[in-house]
């Protein structure tokens, strides 16, 4: 199953969600939790760790769900 990274837009649960992105755009897909979460950790930001990251994920402030649990808005 596809899992994709979202976060809520600026923050704000009320708001939708945005999405980890191509260069072109598009949402990227990972085979699975375990693999989102690894290029999370190749991409965090110099004064972040691990256990920010865990933190962030279980207090959904950045979410890694399946593909078919997401709610993705085609804009074009």
């Known amino acids: 199953m ?3 990274i979202a976060r809520h837009i600026e923050g704000i649960s009320l708001n939708g969600r945005e999405y980890c992105l191509d260069d072109e755009g598009n ?3 990972f085979e ?3 693999s989102a979460k ?3 950790l190749e991409h965090l930001q110099p004064d972040s760790t691990k256990e920010d990251l865990d933190i962030d994920i279980e207090n959904g402030v ?3 769900e399946p593909y078919e649990d997401c709610h993705v808005i085609n804009a074009s």
């Open 2 to 4: 596809k899992h994709v």
């Open 27 to 29: 949402i990227v897909f």
């Open 32 to 34: 699975s939790f375990e």
């Open 38 to 40: 690894a290029h999370l």
């Open 62 to 64: 950045i979410m890694i």
